[in-house]
């Protein structure tokens, strides 16, 4: 991964500068000698009432909060159920998901629980004779002295508003809000795609480009290694199969010698498995590289976690207008024929059109239709050695991440006008589907 450095504008140079000009004093001498107990007495009780207001108000403001979890289920009664949302990655069912997604949020944004409402998320959706019934998982922060009764009752009654005022999506209550324990909200959410850990979104605020991830940012990441050595990326679709670029194994094709790692680290992962077969697509042409991609069979299924999550794949429809913001990570160098790193690495990019890509002054015609360009055309951030096969992904509109691109090629790195080149992954979900029992 290569950055380019956030060097600090000249910051000014505070100095502070105290004149203290002594004159002989007029004060009379009774009132110079102050009592050094008082003094002391006074700065102390400064300090200690100092210190138990700071103490309050990080108590009150950040250790009072509380999150808590709410499961319910909501008949949609204007939409008919039909077997494409009996698949959680069909468009049909994201697309209802959403729909209901933004219907609960947006309620909650206009209602006095504005504040304390964090998220909703769809986690099924089910028959009822001809309608849907949506199962879904609600996050709130409330401070700690609300009780539990009082929280649960006013959750409901903003969504009994809900129900009477959603416009074009017709809902009903079916079942009871019921409230979850973390542990059991991280059971159900850990089986989602391309969600983050506590429902978390990045912040436009985190500086990213080339900066260290923390664990669980991008949980899906995974490290290959040849002889228990970094040599590619790969990207967790399903509990067995793993997403790599098809050149990572022309040479390299012993599965007894792949270890793949989980966890930011490297040197001390989370969890480790072998792999029992390398799928590489049959049309791979090294010398253009067309279809660099490959699949890889786990030799024992990883559990989800915490921090060990699979991605959501695109939609083949699903498109990807260049000038938007995706983020590619791995542990590969940070400069052409550098080492690899140990800890892994994030970077923002752009989407850039194959257009733009195939200028001349760029890769001059070398972008082919299963291929995508990301990066920044003036240069400075990019993938690299030891990244390939890494994740390029997408946040939607859901607050899912999703894989557009794998790393694959590119002329040297983060160089002007030579941005990094991906395998387009909508180009592969077929193949995908067909190769990997998922
Ligand atoms: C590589 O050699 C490589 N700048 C990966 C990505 C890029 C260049 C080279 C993109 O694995």
Same mark, same amino acid.
């Given at each position: ?10 910051? &000014? ?22 009592? %050094? ?20 108000? *990080? ?77 879904? $998982? ?19 009654? *903003?969504? +009994? ?5 959603? /416009? ?14 973390? +542990? ?7 089986? /989602? ?15 990213? @480009? ?23 990326? @790969? ?27 989980? @966890? ?21 042409? =090294? ?13 024992? /299924? ?19 207008? =260049? ?50 360009? &990301? ?10 050695? @030891?990244?390939?096969?890494? %994740? ?11 894989? $557009? ?31 990997? /029992?998922?």
């Amino acid at each position: 991964m290569i950055s380019l450095q956030h060097i600090p504008e000249d910051g &000014a140079q505070w100095s502070l500068n105290f004149s203290l000009v002594l004159r002989p004093s007029r004060v009379p001498s009774a009132s110079r000698s102050v009592n %050094p107990y008082i003094v002391c007495f006074v700065v102390i009780a400064v300090v200690v009432i100092l210190a138990v207001t700071t103490s309050l108000l *990080v108590y009150f403001l950040a250790l009072g909060q509380k999150y808590y979890f709410y499961r319910s289920s909501f008949q949609i009664l204007n939409v008919q159920y039909t077997d494409e949302l009996s698949s959680t990655v069909t468009q049909k069912y994201r697309t209802l998901s959403g729909r209901i997604e933004s219907t609960i949020t947006r309620g909650f944004i206009e209602s006095n629980l504005r504040k304390q409402f964090i998220r909703a998320h769809v986690i099924s959706l089910r028959q009822s004779g001809s309608d849907v019934i949506a199962d879904i $998982v609600m996050k709130f922060k409330f401070t700690k002295d609300n009780n539990e009764p009082s929280v649960k009752r006013r959750i409901e009654s *903003v969504l +009994q508003q809900i129900m009477n005022n959603s /416009e074009n999506l017709e809902m009903n209550t079916s079942g009871e809000l019921t409230q979850i324990t973390d +542990q059991d909200t991280e059971n159900i959410l850990t089986q /989602e795609c391309g969600l983050r850990p506590d429902l978390t979104t990045l912040s436009d605020e985190r500086i990213i @480009g080339g900066t260290k991830a923390k664990e669980g940012d991008w949980p899906w990441q995974v490290s290959l290694q040849w002889s228990n050595l970094h040599h590619c990326g @790969g990207v967790l679709i399903s509990k067995k199969w793993i997403l790599s670029a098809a050149h990572c194994f022309t040479s390299r094709s012993d599965t007894l010698q792949w270890t793949v790692t989980f @966890g930011i680290s490297t040197t001390f992962p989370k969890e480790r498995r072998g792999i029992k077969t390398i799928l590489i697509h049959n049309n791979y042409k =090294p010398e253009t590289q067309e279809n660099d991609i490959a699949l890889l069979q786990l030799d024992r /299924e990883v559990t989800f976690t915490r921090n060990i999550r699979m991605v959501c794949l695109p939609d083949a429809s699903q498109n990807i207008p =260049p000038g938007t913001t995706a983020y590619v990570t791995g542990w590969g160098s940070q400069r052409y024929t550098g080492s690899i790193v140990p800890d892994l690495e994030q970077a923002r990019v752009k989407i850039i059109s194959t257009k733009v890509c195939n200028a001349p002054s760029s890769y001059n015609g070398a972008i082919l239709p299963g291929m995508l360009c &990301a990066g920044l055309l003036q240069g400075g951030v990019d993938a690299c050695q @030891g990244d390939s096969g890494g %994740p390029l992904v997408q946040e939607d509109a859901r607050q899912l991440w999703f894989l $557009v691109g794998i790393v694959s090629w590119g002329y040297k790195c983060a160089l002007p006008d030579k941005p990094g080149v991906y395998t387009l992954v909508t180009a592969y979900r077929d193949w995908i589907y067909q190769h990997a /029992e998922i």
